[in-house]
C-alpha cells in the first residue's frame, strides 16, 4: 500500500467513524457500528480478533426548564442524570465548608464558586479521583437534596473544551442534576430562598459496549500493545478524539498485515475513555490483572493528527535501547518530534501497573491541554485533522514495530 493509497484510506476511515456512524458514545448504537467495523476491517487484513462485551449506558438529553422569581433560566442536563420534575426552596453552597455545614434535605441546591470551579470525578473512577471531589460526592448522598444545579466555567483539562461544563458526569450518581454558564448562576443567586421549578427529562438507557482486541505473533508472554480509545463524548464527532487514532491502527494493521514475528502485538480499540464508567478500560484491567508482567511496553494513541504542528511522542520508563531506536527512526518522519508528558490517556493504564509506555498525540493537543476549546465539542471535526499525519504515524511504527 502506497502512500497515496494510505491517505485514501485514512480519509475514509475518518469519515465513517464521524459521519457515517452518527456517535460513538459508549452503549450507544453507534458505539456499536464503530466497534462492528473496526472488527471486521481489521480481521480482512489477517489479524485474530476478540471481543469482550460488557454491560453499559446510554443516555437520552430530553431537554431541561428552570423557573424561580418569575424568571425562566437557561440550563442543561447533565449526561447520565436522571429526571426529575420538582419544585422546591433554593439554597447556594459555594464551597465544601458550606456544603458540610448546609441543610439539604429536600431543596434544591445551587453550586457555584469555588466548589463548582473543576468538574467532579464519577464516584467509582479509580484512576484519579481527588479526595476532596470524593468528599463533595459523598456530603450531596449524605445530605439528600432533591436536585442539584451547578454554575460552572471552563475547566479543559477535566472536561475538555465545553462551555459551561457539566459538574456531575455520573450514571452511578442518583441525584437529579442540571447545569448552567456562570453568568446564570450570578443571575439565579439573588433568590436563594424563594421556590424554584425544576424540570429534567433525561433518560438512562440500558445498553452495551465491546473492547475490541487484535493480535498477531507467537509469543504472547511478550506483548507490545497498541491502545487507542474508540468512544467519543455525546453531541461530539470526536475526530481528535479520538477517531484519527483509531484511524492509525486500522492504518497499521494493514501495513503489517504480513507479520510473523515472535513477540505478540496487540492491537486494543478500548472502549470508555470518555465515559463516565471507563467500562472498557475497567475490563482490560481485570482480564491482564495477572498478565501485565507479559507487556513489554505499551504505544497509545490519543489527540493524534491535529492540522497544526507537529506529532508528539512522550514516553513513560520506557527502556533506553527502545527509546533510542524510535527516535532515531523518528528522524526519518520530518513531522514527528519528542514532546512532554500527559497522564490524561489510556497509557496511565499501563503506567499504573508498572509497565513503560509512550503516548502518540499532538503538540497542540498536549501545550494546550488545559485550555483547548476543542475536544468534547461539536468542533471535533474531521477538518481539523491532518490524515497525512495520521499516514505519517502508521508508517513510522509500522518500521519501528518488527524489529524492536
Not at 419544585?87 to 464558586?113: M, N, P, R, W
Not at 468512544?231 to 503489517?256: C, F, M, R
Request: with cysteine; glycine share 8%.
Amino acid at each position: 500500500m502506497n502512500t497515496e493509497e494510505m491517505l485514501e484510506k485514512s480519509q475514509s476511515y475518518l469519515r465513517t467513524f464521524c459521519q457515517v456512524i452518527p456517535e460513538r458514545c459508549v452503549g450507544s448504537e453507534g458505539n456499536r457500528q464503530a466497534t462492528c467495523f473496526f472488527e471486521h476491517e481489521i480481521a480482512s487484513f489477517g489479524w485474530k480478533t476478540e471481543t469482550d462485551e460488557f454491560d453499559a449506558i446510554d443516555w437520552e438529553d430530553g431537554g431541561a426548564t428552570l423557573e424561580a422569581g418569575n424568571h425562566s433560566f437557561e440550563v442543561l442536563a447533565s449526561p447520565y442524570s436522571l429526571a426529575c420534575s420538582t419544585t422546591q426552596i433554593l439554597q447556594a453552597v459555594s464551597t465544601l465548608t458550606e456544603l458540610e455545614q448546609a441543610d439539604l434535605q429536600g431543596k434544591i441546591v445551587l453550586l457555584h464558586g469555588e466548589i463548582s470551579r473543576e468538574q467532579l470525578m464519577p464516584k467509582n473512577f479509580i484512576f484519579y479521583n481527588p479526595d476532596e471531589h470524593q468528599r463533595i460526592i459523598s456530603l450531596l448522598e449524605e445530605k439528600r437534596p432533591a436536585a442539584i444545579i451547578s454554575a460552572t466555567g471552563r475547566n479543559a483539562a477535566l472536561a475538555g473544551g465545553v462551555y459551561p461544563f457539566p459538574l456531575i458526569d455520573d450514571g452511578d450518581f442518583d441525584i437529579p442534576s442540571v447545569y448552567m454558564t456562570e453568568e446564570e448562576g450570578l443571575k439565579l443567586l439573588p433568590l436563594m430562598g424563594q421556590t424554584a421549578r425544576l424540570v429534567s427529562r433525561s433518560r438512562r438507557i440500558p445498553g452495551k459496549g465491546t473492547n475490541v482486541t487484535a493480535r498477531k505473533g507467537n509469543d504472547a508472554t511478550q506483548r507490545i500493545v497498541i491502545t487507542a480509545h474508540i468512544d467519543a463524548i455525546k453531541g461530539t464527532p470526536g475526530a481528535i478524539d479520538n477517531a484519527s487514532g483509531v484511524v492509525v491502527l486500522l492504518l497499521l494493521a494493514e501495513l503489517l498485515a504480513d507479520y510473523e514475528g515472535n513477540r505478540m502485538l496487540e492491537i486494543v480499540a478500548l472502549n470508555g475513555e470518555d465515559y463516565y464508567a471507563v467500562s472498557g478500560q475497567m475490563d482490560y484491567l481485570k482480564k491482564n490483572q495477572d498478565r501485565f508482567h507479559e507487556i513489554l511496553f505499551n504505544i497509545n494513541l490519543d489527540g493524534a493528527g491535529y492540522r497544526e504542528g507537529k506529532t508528539a511522542v512522550s514516553f513513560y520508563e520506557l527502556p533506553l535501547a527502545v527509546k533510542e531506536k524510535l527516535l532515531e527512526i523518528m528522524t526519518h518522519y520530518p513531522g514527528m518530534t519528542e514532546g512532554t508528558q500527559w497522564y490524561q490517556g489510556d497509557h496511565g493504564i499501563f503506567t499504573q501497573n508498572g509497565r513503560p509506555a509512550m503516548a502518540v498525540s499532538s503538540e497542540w493537543f498536549t501545550e494546550n491541554i488545559d485550555s483547548q476549546e476543542i475536544t468534547h465539542t461539536p468542533k471535533d471535526r474531521p477538518e481539523i485533522v491532518d490524515c497525512a499525519r495520521l499516514v505519517e504515524i502508521a508508517a513510522m511504527l509500522a518500521k519501528f514495530l518488527p524489529d524492536v
